[in-house]
């Protein structure tokens, strides 16, 4: 610091004293532009600003650095240069965030609702999902395949200056390479995105920790979370009563966040990301230190996931000298509406996603539980079915589509009658239709080419057992009907598929297609879909349109998942559901199986504080273990 902010610093009197943001003329923070090689361009604040702002409106991608780390920026009106940011940041399909300087801005592209507005112009700035509006001129390649908008406002100084230079909406995507941690060093930022940004927009203040933009969307009009971060993160959620020993709960692998239970507090990580990406553990391990010190935790017990194959899992049960617990995927699932809305009493769990390790060795992940902090009974679930290629059926969706058509047909299935139809997973795309030819160039790229060798092969894998696992997964049904409807072949993130189907859907059709639930004396009740299956395929062939095709879809599982809520009531006499898991990350779905339950006298709960998908899983844990050892005490 310079003298004078020295003296105010040290000066109890002052209202600068011990202020850490300090922003001084003289001392800093400084702000200068450089190449990709990081040669500096300027170091003058206004040479610096009017020229970063020139290279975006000329198309170039500028990496900008902010408060939890960097961002690449272009203008999001330039489709060639969206086009570029995608082919060198190598995210070629997943949504990109927007910023623009004022919701007056926002309401030129998107729609923007009372609630929204009010949102987007919080202290937390997060990125707020925007109905898109008709022929926005926003570049095509920004958002594809869905049918919302990612924008934040401006949420820090620097960049309310550039965009005074006549900028008007902004891509601002993680400064990473995909699925790789955020970058918050300068030096680390132009050695591992100077291939992907032209120029460097840097300052000297150093980033203590990175954290991602939260990101909401919203359910029954209301916010609701799909990524807990930045604004939000380390507010802790408060429970009624406090813990007697500290508690970290390890998470999930993907959409990780782990969690620590202190007294009365359940401090939730920021999103952390997928565990399988050698950095994003390293991380994982350096923001359990950095929150356990800062929070002063000292855990006693240990929580984790069933699944023997998870990073986290593997890392909480080599702690030593603590307790550990393990909880089940869809258990902790229910429990974070639970701990969310005061319960601990049993309710009706409806958990729906894609993976979920179950208690019988199986992948869950359409389940009915009857759950309570201390217990759950699984009542029922989607009927199983086979996966062929273990973790690779949850990107290929021809692996769930073949075993799904083989188990509606039964004894009458015959490839041969299906061959043209599976072929055309990954050779059309609907969607594609009118699009500009670089974003047909990169969506032929990304559906592959399934031949019918190939899916012979996949087809006998099933047949024989070879590598196929048992699982009740509605997130695959989710990716099958998207692919038999031309939608694309491949999962290139979390999601992609089951997203393309919810915006496709055609608005005004109160249709469904038929389900059976299954009640065998001694087991779970099962939701069996196979006459759904069916009938898609006849709406297929006799040349339905895709968009009622997914309406009837959906309006099939909302239905199904009604009847086995209220079977459950009839048995258990309970009358309160709870709604979690990825697939409910679906506006669509949710908020017409919410009306349902409502229309039929439940009361309904879903998660609003943690994402209802698996970053809310370790809010889950924390709270199940916290009851389990006050029990125990």
């Known amino acids: 610091m310079c003298d004078n902010c020295a003296a105010q610093y040290t000066d109890v009197s002052d209202r600068r004293f011990h202020a850490q943001p300090v922003a001084c003329a003289a ?233 620590f239970a202190r007294q009365n507090q359940l401090i939730c990580s920021e999103h952390i990301g997928d565990l399988e990406d050698a950095e994003v553990y390293h991380h994982y391990i350096d923001s359990i230190e950095h929150l356990r010190g800062l929070f002063e935790v000292e855990p006693k017990i240990v929580v984790c996931d069933l699944h023997p194959g998870y990073l986290s899992t593997r890392y909480a049960l080599s702690t030593p000298d603590v307790k550990i617990i393990q909880v089940q995927h869809h258990w902790a699932h229910i429990a974070s509406v639970l701990v969310e809305h005061g319960l601990e009493e049993p309710v009706i769990g409806l958990a729906a996603d894609g993976t979920g390790y179950g208690t019988d060795g199986a992948i869950w992940g359409c389940e009915c539980l009857i759950a309570s902090l201390e217990k759950f009974e699984r009542f029922g679930h989607l009927s199983y079915y086979s996966l062929a290629g273990g973790d690779k059926a949850s990107k290929e969706a021809i692996r769930p589509a073949l075993s799904l058509l083989r188990k509606a047909y039964g004894d009458d299935f015959d490839l041969d009658k299906f061959i043209s139809l599976l072929e055309r997973i990954g050779t059309t795309c609907h969607s594609c239709e009118g699009r500009n030819p670089e974003i047909k160039a990169i969506d032929s790229r990304l559906r592959g080419n399934y031949k019918i060798g190939n899916i012979k092969i996949i087809s006998e894998q099933l047949e024989k057992g070879v590598n196929c696992v048992e699982t009740s997964s509605l997130g695959r049904v989710f990716d099958t009907v998207a692919a038999m409807l031309g939608l694309g072949n491949y999962n290139n993130f979390d999601a992609q598929l089951p997203m393309a189907l919810e915006a496709i859907i055609e608005n005004g059709i109160e249709e469904s297609y038929g389900f059976e639930l299954i009640n065998k004396t001694g087991k779970p009740l099962q939701l069996d879909l196979d006459k759904m299956t069916r009938q898609i395929i006849n709406d297929i062939q006799n040349d339905r349109l895709p968009a009622a095709i997914s309406a009837k879809f959906h309006n099939t599982i909302a239905a199904a998942l009604l009847e086995m809520a209220i079977a459950a009531r009839e048995s258990t006499k309970l009358n309160t559901v709870a709604l979690s898991g990825g697939v409910f990350c679906n506006r669509y779905l949710i908020n017409r199986l919410a009306n349902l339950l409502k229309q039929n006298d439940f009361s309904v709960l879903i998660n609003r504080k943690v994402p209802s998908n698996d970053g809310g899983i370790s809010l889950g844990q924390a709270a199940i273990a916290k009851y389990l050892a006050s029990r125990e005490l």
């Open 27 to 259: 001392c800093g923070p400084k702000i200068r532009l450089t190449d990709n090689t990081g040669k500096t361009i300027t170091s003058q604040t206004e040479k610096v600003i009017a020229e970063a702002a020139r290279l975006l409106l000329a198309g170039k991608i500028v990496a900008i650095k902010g408060i939890g780390g960097f961002h690449l920026a272009v203008d999001a009106l330039n489709s060639q240069a969206v086009q570029r940011l995608r082919r060198r940041k190598r995210r070629d399909h997943k949504p990109f965030a927007i910023m623009a300087t004022s919701i007056e801005r926002v309401k030129e592209y998107a729609i923007v609702s009372g609630v929204a507005e009010r949102l987007l112009g919080s202290p937390q700035s997060p990125i707020v999902l925007l109905p898109k509006k008709p022929d926005s001129p926003i570049a095509p390649l920004v958002a594809e395949g869905v049918d919302t908008y990612g924008f934040m406002l401006c949420y820090a100084p620097l960049r309310y200056l550039l965009f005074a230079q006549n900028i008007k909406v902004l891509v601002m995507t993680s400064g990473n390479i995909s699925d790789e941690p955020l970058i918050c060093k300068n030096e680390l930022a132009l050695e591992r995105l100077g291939h992907v940004a032209d120029a460097f927009l840097i300052h000297n203040r150093e980033i203590y920790r990175q954290v991602d933009d939260s990101i909401l969307h919203f359910v029954d009009e209301q916010p609701a979370f799909l990524r807990r971060a930045r604004g939000y993160v380390p507010t802790p959620i408060l429970m009624k009563n406090s813990c007697r020993r500290d508690i970290f709960a390890a998470g999930a692998d993907l959409k990780n966040t782990f969690c």
